[in-house]
């Protein structure tokens, strides 16, 4: 069986933890998970047996050559993936220490193997891929907003939209900050519909870091600068 995995540096040395409780036939699976983040976990008879390595460099195309660990390096509990060069390249200001796919290995306490290229070419793929459209959808919603505003159907889909997709809220908020005065007294209505039926954490977000958004459409505004 496989699981997700998280190699962590929480203490200065390499550990590593389960993510989530989902068990899968295959590292394939695991791997286009949404929630997979460099490391996938082999067990077998329940007992952990290898950890399998995302192939690339966090930081540039080079393939993995081990990790970062320090303290005060990263808020992050994730060790750094990195290939020789880029662990070069960071700063030894921090207190860091570099620990190879071998050494990994030892403190892991289970064997280190990185997965296949081609795998991670796809992974990464898919990612890229959900990003670009997550943007393309924000960008949509935003663009559409001051036409479409007035429409309950819109708003129904923008809502939609917003609940599946962080990046939509952003966008509502860069069309709603860009609306000119006499604009926003035109659609106040729509606008303050659209902000009563957001989803409660984009209503949220809204409240605490889009403050002019949030005042257009009709929510509270929390903190300084409102
Ligand atoms: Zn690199």
Redesign the pocket.
């Known amino acids: 069986m496989f699981s997700a995995a998280l190699i962590t540096d929480r203490n200065g040395s390499l550990d590593w933890t389960v993510v989530g409780c989902a068990r899968f036939g295959s590292a394939e699976h695991v791997w286009r998970e949404p929630a997979t983040d460099g490391a996938v976990l082999r067990w077998e008879d329940g007992s952990p047996v290898e950890l399998i390595v995302e192939a690339y460099?966090c930081?540039?195309p080079?393939g993995t050559d081990g990790f970062l660990v320090g303290t005060g390096f990263d808020d992050d509990l994730a060790a750094m993936r990195?290939?020789a060069?880029?662990a070069l390249s960071v700063p030894s200001t921090e207190m860091l220490r570099w620990v190879d796919l071998d050494q990994a290995a030892a403190e892991l306490g289970v064997p280190v193997r990185l997965a296949s290229g081609a795998m991670t070419d796809q992974v990464r793929g898919d990612r890229l891929m959900r990003t670009v459209l997550d943007d393309l959808e924000a960008t949509l919603v935003g663009s559409n907003l001051r036409e479409r505003v007035a429409d309950p159907q819109w708003r129904e889909q923008a809502v939609r939209a917003a609940a599946g997709n962080p990046r939509v809220v952003v966008g509502i908020a860069d069309a709603v900050a860009d609306l000119g005065d006499g604009e926003v007294l035109d659609l106040y209505p729509a606008l303050a519909e659209l902000g009563r039926q957001l989803p409660r954490a984009a209503a949220r977000w809204l409240e605490s870091s889009g403050h002019v958004a949030a005042a257009r459409l009709g929510l509270p505004c929390l903190g300084a600068g409102a």
Request: hydrophobic share 25%.
């Open positions: 460099c930081r540039c080079a990195l290939c060069g880029c």
